[in-house]
């Protein structure tokens, strides 16, 4: 039982993928004093001595405790701090070396190392709304719609529940008064209560700035489901308009922005880092690469080592320093192992997928997570765990690891094709077909079964819906 927050923080660590591994070491050299960083260009130290000898005052196995968070341990180095003074720490068993003159410190730089967070939506449109004349009661109403607009930039919230949410509820003049106000913030089409305004919001900005956009506004105004559902010949005879003309004033209306308040927020695009780089050398043999210089180089503090078997050193520090020592030694074993059980995996991978890297998706094949597991050695849960949320660098490009895992069919002539390969193939034959006479379900059921794929009508509607491929009707252009 005492082995199992260890055992939980080697699983938690294998499932991390690089840049949250990176966030997870910065946390631990921040919590952990012992464990520091290596310098770069030097070899990793020789494997620690053990420090499991007895105590004579007394050792104890170290326990975790959920409920006060081991502060036992730190009030014991903090009476030895007070007994020997602040400046034996400093001198003897400093917890990171003082940078000489120029230098950075890198563990500071390591747990340090992350963006600030920028204004959300609602802190930007108040910023704004600070700056609007109006009378009081608008301008509480006001602050209350802005505190109910969600990250895309919608009014999703009824004015009845608005007004059930102050004990002097706003009358509906004064909310429709408000939001009128609001609507006029950055960014355009802000504040609107459904796609259709917020469309509006921003072809009405145009508008006054001497655009004609009369047919845009009309078609989103009335015709914004015929538009949907591509009934444009419908569309052509209730407006009197052109196909042409109207397929013009669509594409104008697709360069509106349906989410504002996407433009605006927290919201960061994340950077994708692989964990493991796939290629294939002139020969044709596979090369599997990890990117160590991602992944920070740890140690364990070679002062506070000695004051661990250090006979003088305080028995509660000595307690305290050892209870550290062992939990940066399951740390960095738990990295070792991270890394270890990847290439492995990523081995056992791309020696079955080979074919993947040099002709692309459409070679791959089915692929059981069991499998994997079998050849490496361990269980399926640690091969899901090692290829969760990380990425792999290939001749094609970066791709999930968990993408090169699936089930799939066998073709006429007896081989085997994974089900993104299907799909693969699937969106090809939709990409190549004539967009005024866009092939139906039955019809792409009927070129995969002239490539040797032969799957039913469900399934093909399944995958293009997975792929947020319209019918059709919808794929049509007239």
Same mark, same amino acid.
Do not use: C, F
């Given at each position: 039982m005492k082995l199992a927050p260890r055992i939980i923080q080697a699983m938690e660590i294998l499932q991390l993928p690089i840049m949250a591994l990176q966030e997870r070491i910065a946390a631990e050299l921040e919590s952990n004093p012992v464990l520091e960083l290596n310098d770069p260009g030097v070899d990793e130290e020789a494997p620690p001595a053990k420090i499991d000898e007895p105590d004579p005052r007394g050792e104890h196995d170290m326990v975790v405790d959920a409920e006060n968070g081991n502060s036992e341990d730190f009030q014991r180095l903090a009476e030895f701090e007070e007994e020997f003074g602040p400046e034996f720490v400093r001198s003897d068993a400093p917890a990171r070396p003082k940078p000489e003159p120029g230098e950075r410190d890198r563990k500071l730089d390591a747990m340090a190392n992350a963006p600030a967070h920028g204004a959300s939506l609602n802190e930007y449109l108040l910023d704004q709304w600070r700056f609007v004349e109006t009378d009081e009661q608008i301008r509480e109403a006001g602050e209350l719609i802005i505190n109910s607009i969600d990250s895309d930039g919608y009014l999703r919230t009824s004015f009845e529940e608005l007004q059930l949410q102050t004990p002097q509820p706003f009358a509906a003049e004064v909310l429709a008064e408000a939001i009128k106000l609001v609507q006029g913030l950055e960014p355009v089409g802000v504040g609107a209560r459904d796609l259709r305004e917020c469309l509006l919001l921003q072809l009405l900005v145009e508008q006054q700035a001497g655009g004609d956009v009369s047919l845009e506004i009309e078609l989103v105004d009335q015709f914004l489901r015929d538009i949907e559902m591509n009934r444009l010949p419908q569309i052509a005879r209730k407006t009197g308009k052109t196909i042409e003309a109207i397929n013009q004033a669509i594409e104008n209306i697709s360069h509106l922005n349906p989410r504002p308040g996407s433009l605006i927020g927290e919201a960061i695009v994340p950077v994708i880092m692989p964990d493991v780089v796939v290629d294939l050398d002139d020969d044709g043999d596979l090369l599997i690469a990890m990117p160590d210089g991602n992944s920070p180089r740890l140690h364990i503090s070679k002062s506070y080592r000695r004051m661990a078997k250090n006979k003088r050193t305080d028995r509660g520090a000595k307690k305290f320093i050892r209870d550290n020592i062992r939990s940066a030694e399951w740390v960095i074993s738990a990295v070792q192992q991270r890394k270890d059980t990847l290439r492995r995996v990523a081995e056992e991978v791309f020696h079955a997928q080979r074919e993947f890297l040099t002709s692309g998706a459409e070679a791959l094949k089915p692929l059981p997570m069991a499998d994997i597991a079998q050849k490496v050695g361990v269980h399926v849960a640690t091969v899901s765990r090692a290829v969760a949320g990380k990425h792999a660098q290939t001749p094609n490009g970066i791709f999930p690891l968990r993408m090169f895992f699936s089930g799939g069919t066998r073709t006429d002539q007896g081989k085997d094709v994974s089900? /993104? !390969?299907? =799909? !693969? =193939?699937? =969106?090809? *034959? *939709? +990409?190549?077909? +004539? =967009?005024?006479?866009?092939?139906? /379900? +039955?019809?792409l059921v009927a070129e995969l079964r002239e490539r040797g794929i032969d799957i039913a009508r469900r399934t093909v509607a399944k995958y293009r819906k997975i792929m947020d491929i319209p019918p059709a009707r919808k794929r049509r252009r007239y």
């Open positions: 089900w /993104d !390969a299907v =799909k !693969a =193939k699937l =969106k090809e *034959i *939709i +990409d190549g077909e +004539d =967009k005024s006479t866009p092939l139906n /379900d +039955d019809q």
